[in-house]
Every structure is written in structure tokens, then in C-alpha cells.
């Protein structure tokens, strides 16, 4: 009966575990319970990425533009799952660029692993995917007010709305898809900006201001309405507001740009940025830019303005001021200044407890429908405006890094885990087996 006995222990043993394994499938599908064992919490999002997550109602989907890269897809793919433990309706699709070249130019993907938010018809973009970048693109599509970016007409200027080649309705659109209300205005029959435009554009006017205009913005600037102005060069009109509204002028001619031919670009007079200062205009903003036909630009040497050179070029560039056409070399005689040269210039003041910000570029060409989807010259558009409006109020989320991420043990220490594992173990093993072999044989 000893056998009996034995086999139905054993029987009854095999039911319990499969009990045991159908009770734990059956909870695991029923409950969704995660711990993250991690010392610093490495595979959990902080306090603040599930506040922010929680409080965005509705279906939000996240486009990643990705080739069919196994490794980084799943990379992706769990990254997204944080958010999606904590909201279930966020939707995670991927698009290969090489595969489908016309979707990803006319959604302006410029970096491989781009990744396109979409919640509530607005859009935001993420170069650099991680916790801090992901978190503070769900807080600028969770705010619900809309501001308002006017661009002034009556000039010649670069229409904001417009489909010409010259015109910025590409960049338009851009801030729409932001979720920014983009309108045109002439301060010929309309006094001053409406109370809720949160920045003027000035895009790059070819016809003299009327005094009745220029006083018009001169107010607009002394009671601190922000500013985005652009100029061409040997633009006078350009040239003269610069002054007017900021004392920064420009230089003579054009700036060309000798670093360009790297690239493969023959033409000289597209200037390359490829860095940029530690600034909150430009914070996390790393793409390569393109300006062509720009022109440099002058700081004054006192300002009331805390200013910052925002955009210079690289060394082996100038500003020529000769034709643009054969050989061309610098003149210093001709006032050809050597690079780095200055083309875009940040401003910052406080005007009624608040800071004023203008942002001023010796170049329209490189917002404007022909050239937008160069480089990354959109997204420095967008992310230059953001600033400029006030939306850079971010959440700061540091970096989690376990301190435990490598083991160092001495000789003697290796050796024991060595022998231990190879030898020590195994025997103990046979030993075990034989001593339980030996009472089953004795019983």
C-alpha cells in the first residue's frame, strides 16, 4: 500500500500546482498590478508624469516615425506602455520614413525616431524621447486656453497665411496645428493688436511703416508685447524697425557660408547653425538650421535689454557685400566682417512685473514655404515662438540613474563564486540526490 500511498501524494501534489497556476492566469488577467523593484523606481514614471497623464481626459495617439528596427520599436513600444498602464486610451503607431518618404515630408519629420503627439486636433513633436520630454509635451496640449499670433500685412510682407513660395502659411499652419490662432493685421486701419495676441510678427516688410504704424508699434513694444522680427538683407525697412524697436542693426550684404559645401549645398549663401546657447528659447533644441539669404546682425554696446546672440554662424563665413556669383573671397576693406557672425538675437526685459521677449532674425527665408522643411528649420520655428508666447513654463524631471549599475568584486571573491558555482554547487546537488535516492531505496 506504500505505493499507493506515494502516487496519490504525488497525484494530489500535480493538482494543487495546476490549481495553483489556473488561479494566478486567471488574476492576472483580471488585475493589471506592476512593482517596480528598481532601488531609485528606474521603470516607474514620477509623481509628476502621473499627475499630468491623469488629468488629460480623452484619447491622445503618438506617432513615431521609426524604420522597421525591431530593437528600437520595442524600446518605444515599452516606453509607451508607462503611460498607458496609467491611460489606456493612448494609441502608439509607427511609421517608416523609408517606406513612406511622402507622409513623413509632408508631416515635416526631420530626425529619424521623431515622435508626432496628436490630442484634440493639436500636435506636438518630440526629437529626444524620454520622461522629461514625453510629460512636458502632454502638459502643453492639456492647456485648453488659446493664444493668439498676428502677423502684420501692408507691407509686402511674408503673408503667415499665404501658399506662395516666399510666403510663411506652411509655418501657419505649424502654429495651428500648436494650437495657436494665427490671424493677420494691418496697423494701418487697426490701432494695436488685439489684448490677447501674444506675439507679433513682423515678417520681413518690404515698404517703408507709416509714422502712424511705426508709433503704433512702438507702443505695442513699451508695454510689452512680445515681438518676432524678421529682415532681409539690405532691407532699409527691416534695417530701421531693428533700430527703432531694439538698437540692433544690421550689417552690409549677404552672409555667405563656406562650411555649407559639406553638406553638399553649392550654395554659398545659405548660412549652417549647428549650435546653439544655453537658453530657454532653445533649451533641448539640437537640429541642424539653414538661412539662406541672411543677413548679420549688430548688438549695440548698451542696451536696456538683456540681449543674447541666439543664432551665429561658423567660422569661414562673412558678410559679402559684393556679387554673389563666381569666386568670391572676404573683403575687409569692403566692411566684410569674419564669422562667427550674429543672426538672431534674443531680448528679455520686465515691463508690469512681467518678462517682455523679442526675438529678432536677419533672415524670413528660412520660415517660408521653400525652405521650412530644411533641417530642422520648422521645429527652431516653433520652438522660438513657444518661447516667445510664454509657453516654456516646463516640468523638470531629473534623470533617474541606479548607483548599483556595475559590480566590483576582488580575485579572491571571483574565485570563490568560480569555484562555487562549478564545483561546490553541482556536488552539494549529487550529494542531495544521493542521500534522497539512499532513504527511498531504505524505505
Do not use: C
Not at 378 to 406: C, F, H, M
Amino acid at each position: 500500500m506504500g505505493w499507493l500511498r506515494i502516487g496519490l501524494n504525488d497525484l494530489l501534489f500535480y493538482l494543487l500546482m495546476l490549481a495553483i497556476l489556473v488561479l494566478l492566469a486567471w488574476l492576472s488577467g483580471r488585475y493589471d498590478n506592476q512593482w517596480d523593484w528598481t532601488h531609485q523606481g528606474s521603470n516607474s514614471l514620477s509623481p509628476v508624469s502621473i499627475d499630468i497623464v491623469q488629468r488629460i481626459p480623452g484619447p491622445l495617439t503618438v506617432t513615431a516615425y521609426v524604420p522597421e528596427t525591431t530593437k528600437i520599436r520595442d524600446q518605444l513600444t515599452r516606453f509607451i506602455a508607462r503611460y498607458q498602464h496609467l491611460k489606456s486610451d493612448i494609441e502608439l503607431s509607427f511609421i517608416d520614413p523609408l517606406r513612406h518618404p511622402d507622409q513623413t515630408r509632408r508631416q515635416g519629420i526631420s530626425l529619424s525616431g521623431e515622435v508626432v503627439l496628436n490630442y484634440n486636433n493639436r500636435e506636438e513633436r518630440i526629437q529626444r524621447l524620454d520622461e522629461e520630454q514625453f510629460t512636458n509635451a502632454l502638459l502643453r496640449l492639456s492647456q485648453t486656453h488659446t493664444r493668439w499670433i498676428a502677423g502684420l500685412t501692408g507691407h509686402g510682407e511674408r503673408d503667415l497665411l499665404g501658399q506662395a513660395n516666399h510666403d510663411l502659411g506652411d509655418f501657419g499652419n505649424a502654429l495651428k496645428q500648436q494650437g495657436y490662432q494665427v490671424i493677420s493685421i494691418d496697423l494701418a486701419t487697426t490701432p494695436t493688436p488685439p489684448d490677447n495676441t501674444s506675439l507679433l510678427i513682423i515678417p520681413s516688410p518690404q515698404r517703408p511703416l507709416l509714422e502712424v504704424e511705426i508709433s503704433r508699434l512702438r507702443a505695442y513694444a513699451a508695454d510689452g508685447g512680445n515681438l518676432l522680427l524678421l529682415s532681409e538683407p539690405e532691407s532699409r525697412t527691416g534695417d530701421l524697425l531693428m533700430r527703432q524697436l531694439t538698437g540692433i542693426k544690421q550689417l552690409p550684404g549677404t552672409i555667405v557660408d563656406a562650411n555649407v559645401k559639406e553638406l553638399g549645398i553649392d550654395n554659398p549663401a545659405i548660412a549652417l547653425v549647428p549650435r546653439y546657447p544655453d537658453h530657454k528659447a532653445t533649451r533641448a533644441f539640437n537640429l541642424l538650421t539653414l538661412f539662406p539669404q541672411a543677413a548679420a546682425l549688430v548688438i549695440p554696446e548698451q542696451s536696456m535689454w538683456s540681449v543674447v546672440p541666439l543664432l551665429k554662424t561658423l567660422d569661414q563665413s562673412w558678410n559679402e557685400t559684393g556679387a554673389l556669383q563666381g569666386d568670391i573671397e572676404r573683403n575687409p576693406l569692403a566692411g566684410e566682417e569674419a564669422g562667427p557672425l550674429i543672426l538672431g538675437v534674443a531680448l528679455t526685459r520686465q515691463v508690469n512685473e512681467q518678462q517682455q521677449r523679442i526675438m529678432v532674425i536677419g533672415d524670413g527665408d528660412f520660415l517660408s514655404n521653400s525652405f521650412l522643411s530644411n533641417a530642422g528649420n520648422q521645429d527652431l520655428g516653433l520652438t522660438l515662438s513657444r518661447w516667445l508666447v510664454g509657453d516654456d513654463k516646463l516640468v523638470g524631471i531629473p534623470v533617474k540613474q541606479a548607483n548599483d549599475r556595475e559590480l566590483h568584486l576582488s580575485n579572491l571573491a571571483i574565485g570563490v563564486i568560480g569555484i562555487g558555482t562549478l564545483i561546490v554547487a553541482p556536488l552539494l546537488l549529487l550529494t542531495f540526490g544521493g542521500l534522497m535516492v539512499w532513504r527511498r531505496n531504505r524505505a
